[in-house]
């Protein structure tokens, strides 16, 4: 089915002149193009869904959302095409910055634009209870001029946290955010950490056939990226490192992870993101310990590398 | 979760679950990632009526977003950090352990020190068999001389035994029972020790099978979700294995288990020392707070300094 934009539908509804009841319309009976109170309406056949709350949706797409390089110019220098809509993933073993890359990132969204930041609101969906707010307020209160408990809370007041517990409860979650996402336009980031929580406990569950174990993530993959593309957010989404790699690396050497990627999440998955960072962690230097992250966009086939180190403000490149 | 029937919520009636039956929907998630137009064609009902069940169940089953600013003061009142009574080892945890976490760490000096400083209750979960009352006497009796003390910590401590992963889930959840319905007592639970896990998991794991893994990380999820909700500190202990490929020793259970705790401590052997002695090297190799790295020297025997201040009661922040 065909689906078609808002604004193609206010347009036939405008023209259209038979009097029949369109499913796009909110429940508060209002019709949307300006049309008196639900009696001049419009059939849309191909491809009506219900789409709940249309006019926050125009606002949202008008009012523009920022732009990843501005999220962080040192990841996204060269996304010169537009980033909206775009799902990114950032990959890695236990311990090498990606939950801290997150707190950098809602960091840099939250906070007002008098201290740097951008003033965006964020949803940090967390599947594996790993998700520590006093880490994110020691960042906040570094980076703030005045790091006050004023200032820190208002940053605070931009955050949204949800916490899953299995993923069909993930799969709800992302089914319900719509109207979450749709009635708060400042909204512009959503972060995932991490999207494998679940991996072994639905392949357990799934039976015998791998279709009906990674049918749950399937579906979480569509509603992501319906968020993401419908409503213009950017998805950070973490998976872990959980395979064993089939290389053997020289001892004491770290080698190049991205090389040795192994997918083990669903093809729907593999085919939404669009730009994947590996991450990982190198304890040779005895001063400070340094991490990496080696960028891959997918339909370019670039790659980029990137280094810095975890201190008490967060995240800072080198 | 959430297979469809009478009643599930407000709207659902008997002959409504039966026409969606009939047309394969038989769960919540079922109906929620379904076309709406298409089912009510098939099935014969109500368009809006489908919609409006779906708002429902959505709003029922789905998590709720909280808001930063309000968390955060929740978690102000509810985050306590519990002093270990070993100073060196309270360094590299960042002062204690925190509520709310799930730290890998030895754990006999830890039962009983919170038990007496802190004049807090400790669930011990054993299922190693390794937990003796004598030795729990003997640590408490270096720490104060009073025969009172030593036996209303000793009270403080609850033990119990749990061989394999089954009897563990149990267990927890009875403690995550027990727990909510205690309405103000004097003192709760704050710590649960259990001891050790890799003896419940490493039995499952290996060969083809999935469920090990799936039941390993079921138990994780029991664990984090009794740290959070509960606002207990949960403290687990692990073997050391050896990287079958490069020889390094490096914690037991595997990648997936390498994500659960939030904050890790590797005890080792002092060179030259041997085991006879208490001091132990404790090097600390994850965590979401420090850098990692840290190391310090942590003697078990007695633990350490004994002019740690037993009044530093938890509530920080």
Not at chain 1, 160 to 187: K, M, N, Y
Not at chain 2, 9 to 26: A, E, M
Not at chain 2, 185 to 194: C, L, Y
Request: charged letters at 25%; hydrophobic letters at 35%.
């Amino acid at each position: 089915m065909q689906f078609q934009p808002c604004d193609a539908r206010q347009e036939r509804a405008r023209n259209c002149t038979d009097d029949i009841t369109c499913s796009c319309v909110p429940s508060t009976g209002q019709g949307i193009g300006g049309g008196s109170q639900g009696t001049h309406l419009c059939r849309c056949r191909a491809g009506a869904k219900d789409r709940p709350e249309h006019r926050c949706r125009l606002l949202a797409r008008l009012e523009g959302r920022s732009s990843l390089k501005e999220i962080e110019p040192n990841l996204f220098a060269d996304e010169d095409s537009s980033v909206h809509g775009d799902i990114i993933e950032f990959h890695g073993p236990e311990g090498t910055g990606k939950t801290e890359m997150f707190y950098h990132v809602t960091a840099r969204c939250v906070l007002p634009k008098s201290e740097g930041g951008l003033e965006v609101e964020v949803l940090f969906i967390d599947t594996d209870y790993h998700f520590d707010l006093l880490r994110l307020v020691t960042i906040l209160e570094r980076r703030l001029s005045r790091g006050s408990e004023e200032a820190v809370r208002q940053c605070l007041a931009r955050l949204f946290v949800v916490s899953c517990g299995t993923s069909s409860q993930l799969l709800l979650t992302l089914c319900s955010l719509e109207t979450t996402v749709c009635s708060r336009p400042a909204l512009c980031l959503l972060i995932l950490d991490s999207l494998s929580a679940f991996y072994w406990t639905d392949r357990a569950s799934g039976g015998e056939s791998v279709s009906s174990q990674e049918s749950t993530l399937r579906t979480c993959s569509r509603f992501l990226e319906r968020l993401a593309v419908e409503y213009r957010l950017v998805v950070l989404a973490a998976t872990q490192s959980l395979m064993q790699t089939a290389w053997q690396g020289p001892a004491g050497g770290p080698g190049e992870p991205e090389a040795h990627y192994r997918p083990y999440l669903c093809r729907e998955w593999q085919r939404l993101v669009k730009l994947r960072m590996f991450f990982s962690k190198q304890d040779d230097l005895k001063t400070d310990t340094q991490f990496s992250l080696v960028s891959r966009h997918l339909k370019s086939n670039s790659l980029k590398k990137h280094v810095f180190v975890i201190g008490e403000s967060g995240i800072e490149f080198r | 979760m959430g297979v469809l029937r009478a009643g599930l919520c407000p709207g659902l009636t008997q002959d409504t679950v039966q026409l969606l039956r009939s047309r394969g929907i038989k769960t919540v998630v079922d109906l929620v990632s379904a076309d709406l137009e298409e089912v009510a064609q098939k099935c014969g009902l109500s368009y809006k009526a489908l919609v409006a069940l779906r708002r429902v169940l959505l709003a029922q089953f789905s998590a709720f977003p909280f808001n930063g600013a309000d968390l955060y003061e929740e978690l102000k009142t509810s985050t306590s950090i519990l002093s270990t009574g070993i100073g060196s080892l309270d360094k590299l945890l960042d002062a204690g352990l925190y509520t709310g976490e799930v730290t890998e760490i030895v754990c006999l000096c830890v039962s009983a020190n919170v038990a007496y400083s802190l004049q807090q209750n400790v669930v011990y979960i054993d299922s190693n068999g390794g937990l003796t009352a004598s030795r729990l006497l003997q640590l408490l009796q270096a720490r104060t001389p009073d025969e009172e003390e030593q036996a209303g910590a000793l009270q403080r401590i609850q033990v119990v035994r749990a061989f394999d992963i089954f009897q563990m889930l149990d267990v927890l959840q009875d403690l995550r029972g027990a727990v909510s319905q205690q309405v103000s007592s004097a003192s709760t639970v704050k710590v649960v020790v259990v001891d050790s896990v890799t003896a419940v998991v490493s039995p499952l794991l290996g060969g083809q099978q999935r469920e090990g893994l799936a039941l390993m990380m079921q138990l994780a999820r029991e664990l984090k979700t009794l740290a959070r909700d509960v606002g207990v500190a949960v403290v687990v202990t692990n073997h050391m294995t050896r990287d079958r490929d490069s020889g390094k020793l490096k914690p037991a259970l595997g990648r997936s288990w390498s994500f659960v705790p939030s904050t890790r401590i590797l005890l080792d052997i002092e060179e030259g020392t041997g085991t006879s002695g208490g001091r132990r090297r404790a090097y600390l190799t994850k965590s979401p707070r420090l850098p990692t790295g840290f190391q310090e020297m942590v003697d078990i025997g007695t633990w350490g300094t004994p002019e740690q201040s037993p009044a530093s009661q938890g509530d920080q922040m």
